[in-house]
């Protein structure tokens, strides 16, 4: 065996000592090895042409990184919070719990057991993605929000509904990143309302986007 050989050998023999780590020095251990992996996007949103994160294309690599930091995992997802918790496997009564607000996602078709399971499956999704910081360009995935497709040409002005998209899109993002708070303050101060579909003023809209993007 060549002496390259031998030392790599070597290098795959030698254990990681987690119990000198804390429960953050492992969870950002996970982070910098899954961000060296260059985890490819399986998701395919057809409507609006641009790929995505699906939970199978990171779950095996978080699940063999926890392992080799002795990290445990689990999620609890209810009708008004979502919550991730790291447990540290040497030091059990330690532990880091990450939360977001829910909700109802819209899955056309389904019933409504499907349409749970398709909930938790998205909210596991985010979770393990914000947790262990894996990031992405788009946030809307397929699926959702498709009963909001834009109206016919004659209904709606194309500059209006990209603003509009732009806006919604920046909203279900920076939600999703824990800044629901921050982005519900900035449609009540722009606007008075909570939801941005009902919001046709191009020139509210343009400050809302700027509001928002200042958040990023």
Request: hydrophobic content about 35%; aromatic content about 6%.
């Amino acid at each position: 065996m060549s002496e390259e050989k031998i030392k790599d050998v070597k290098k795959e023999e030698v254990k990681i000592d987690t119990t000198k780590m804390n429960l953050f020095t492992k969870i950002q251990n996970v982070r910098v090895e899954l961000q060296r992996r260059n985890l490819s996007k399986s998701g395919k949103n057809k409507f609006s042409d641009y790929n995505y994160f699906e939970l199978s294309d990171f779950m095996p690599a978080i699940n063999e990184l926890c392992l080799k930091y002795h990290i445990f995992t689990f999620e609890d997802i209810n009708s008004n919070i979502a919550r991730i918790t790291a447990v540290d496997c040497d030091n059990p009564e330690v532990t880091f719990t990450l939360t977001m607000d829910t909700a109802e996602v819209d899955m056309k078709g389904m019933n409504k057991v499907q349409g749970i399971g398709s909930q938790n499956t998205y909210f596991r999704r985010y979770l393990n993605m914000s947790l262990f910081e894996i990031s992405e360009s788009d946030i809307v995935d397929a699926g959702v929000e498709q009963g909001e497709k834009a109206k016919s040409k004659k209904d709606t002005k194309p500059a209006e509904n990209d603003k509009k998209t732009q806006m919604k899109t920046l909203c279900t993002s920076l939600s999703a990143k824990g800044h629901k708070q921050e982005v519900t303050d900035i449609l009540a101060n722009r606007a008075n309302v909570k939801n941005p579909n009902s919001i046709t003023d191009e020139t509210i809209m343009d400050q809302i986007i700027k509001d928002l993007e200042a958040l990023k």
